[in-house]
């Protein structure tokens, strides 16, 4: 089966980190992406893990353990305008690519 | 260059009409994805397809919806007989081929239904 966890919401203060989990089931693995989704907006791109280990890419990072089936999605210096839904999306096989519910991310002043 | 280009942006029918989304993929990606997304819910996907070919219709409903790539033209989703439970924003996505590409989405279709 498929399976996709992720919490719901987190609230974070700007200039803070935050970190959003994401474990996850897939009938086979073909990679891991993270897409940001602001509110009645299509999501766009953030990230892209298909070996172990962490990948920097500005104040974004996400980290992926294929093992446990286990990614992270770390904002680091957050911004007012990070304020939006972060969705997980493995690849499985066939190459589809299934989203999570994401996480709704509330940055406050 | 143009990104994924989806009309109409907003689409109102009445229950029993037939609802026609299309989706222009970006120059060069000949990959399409469709996904719905219900408010407050993640994307569930419903098709993959490449020019002239459905690849994979594992989340398509059995009845009324059908989807389409010609070799000319933009990609279509068709749902016939509308229903209110259709209501949602329909997300579609192109890739140039699989592999490590994010997907670059449209702006997305919401279809409403009365």
New interface residues.
């Given amino acids: 089966g498929q399976n ?1 966890d992720q919490p719901t919401e987190m609230t974070a203060t700007e200039g803070a980190i935050v970190q959003i989990n994401c474990t996850y089931q897939t009938s086979g693995f073909n ?1 891991l ?1 993270w ?1 940001q989704q602001h509110a009645g ?6 990230s ?1 893990n ?1 070996l172990d280990g962490l990948e920097e890419k500005g104040r974004f990072s996400s980290f992926l353990s294929r093992s446990k089936g286990y990614s992270y999605l770390l904002l680091k210096e957050l911004q007012m305008k990070d304020s939006a839904s972060y ?1 997980c999306a493995p690849k499985g096989g ?9 996480t709704r991310l509330f940055v406050k002043a | 260059n143009a990104g994924v280009m989806q009309n109409p942006r907003h689409l109102v029918r009445r229950r029993g009409q037939e609802a026609r989304l299309r989706c222009s993929p970006m120059k060069g990606h000949s990959h399409v ?1 469709w ?1 719905r997304q219900l408010p407050e ?5 419903m098709v ?1 397809l490449q020019k002239e070919n459905i690849i ?1 219709e ?1 989340g398509m409903p059995k009845e009324r919806f059908s989807a389409e790539f010609p070799k000319e033209g933009p990609s279509i989703l068709r749902i016939q007989q509308v229903v209110r439970g259709d209501s949602a924003a329909y ?1 579609c996505a192109s890739s140039p081929r ?1 592999g ?9 279709t919401r279809l409403t239904v009365v």
């Fill in positions: 996709i990679g992406f897409y907006e299509a999501p766009t791109f953030l892209y298909v969705l066939g190459f589809k690519t299934i989203f999570g519910a994401g | 994805y996904y819910e993640g994307l569930k996907f993959y994979d594992s997300f699989i490590e590409e994010g997907y670059t989405f449209g702006s997305g």
